[in-house]
């Protein structure tokens, strides 16, 4: 998706073949998913939404990395409803297990995903001020955008 290999059209197909197996994903597998749809542009609701309820299920089984991808996903694909308020708590709770540069990836995610931002943000910052120093532009470019 990322290379642009996966076009919407294909991406919707794809989905509705596969809306059925969502319930059986991994956590691992829904994290991708979400995020080469947000990728590709699908745009298959049935889909998206049923991916959606299954990261809210399995977000105690997200990696960090995981959290990243479905919070830029849920974001991206509109989710909030689904995912607002699941994926920003947990980034919370688990703020210290967090890189640098998924911090900043997660508060770029946190504020277009939540309808509340200002509740989660306080504590993904404090927890990004030890690592600004080795943040690659990237990352403060998503600090910012946040």
């Given at each position: 998706?990322?290379?642009?290999?996966?076009?919407?059209?294909?991406?919707?197909?794809?989905?509705?073949?596969?809306?059925?197996?969502?319930?059986?994903?991994?956590?691992?597998?829904?994290?991708?998913?979400?995020?080469?749809?947000?990728?590709?542009?699908?745009?298959?609701?049935?889909?998206?939404?049923?991916?959606?309820?299954?990261a809210?299920?399995?977000?105690?089984e997200?990696?960090?990395?995981?959290?990243?991808?479905?919070?830029?996903?849920?974001?991206?694909?509109?989710?909030?409803?689904?995912?607002?308020?699941?994926?920003?708590?947990?980034?919370?709770?688990r703020?210290?297990?967090?890189?640098?540069?998924?911090?900043?990836?997660?508060?770029?995610?946190?504020?277009?995903?939540?309808?509340?931002?200002?509740?989660?943000?306080?504590?993904?910052?404090?927890?990004?001020?030890?690592?600004?120093?080795?943040?690659?532009?990237?990352?403060?470019?998503?600090?910012?955008?946040?």
């Amino acid at each position: 998706a990322r290379l642009g290999a996966l076009d919407p059209a294909l991406c919707n197909q794809i989905a509705a073949c596969s809306l059925h197996c969502v319930p059986h994903f991994n956590a691992k597998s829904v994290a991708a998913i979400l995020l080469a749809c947000a990728q590709s542009g699908c745009t298959h609701t049935d889909f998206l939404d049923s991916l959606g309820k299954a990261a809210s299920l399995k977000i105690s089984e997200f990696s960090t990395q995981d959290l990243c991808a479905a919070s830029f996903a849920g974001a991206k694909l509109s989710l909030a409803p689904i995912l607002g308020s699941c994926i920003p708590e947990a980034a919370v709770e688990r703020v210290s297990d967090f890189k640098g540069s998924e911090l900043a990836l997660m508060m770029h995610g946190v504020s277009g995903l939540s309808n509340n931002p200002g509740e989660y943000l306080p504590a993904l910052e404090l927890a990004t001020l030890r690592h600004v120093p080795t943040l690659t532009p990237f990352g403060l470019k998503q600090i910012c955008m946040a």
